[in-house]
């Protein structure tokens, strides 16, 4: 966890390459990742922008800033280009 987890979130760098090795082993792709934002917008903020290393997958942010959480997804270019993604119920 990281020190201020309602800004910030962090994967340990071991349990990372542990998961990319397996998707990896499995023949599988990392298609998306996802994180919250407990008291922000669904939207890519500007440390998502510039940690956001995978072009290729999806970013799914979902909101828990109200009772009725919020859900949107992107893919963020590495020229910091957001594109919202449709999501299907």
Known sequence: M?????T???ID???QL???RSID?????LLG???SHPVSQPYP????RAEAHYPDVVYVLVSVRTAKAEV?????????????????P
């Open 8 to 10: 910030r979130y962090v």
């Open 45 to 48: 903020s500007p440390t998502d």
């Open 33 to 35: 990742i996802y994180h």
């Open 72 to 88: 949107s997804a992107y893919r963020i270019g590495a020229d910091d280009f957001i594109r919202t993604v449709a999501l299907i």
């Open 18 to 20: 542990k998961a990319f």
């Open 13 to 15: 760098p071991r349990e």
């Open 2 to 6: 990281h020190p201020t987890p309602t």
């Open 25 to 29: 082993a499995a023949g599988e792709e």
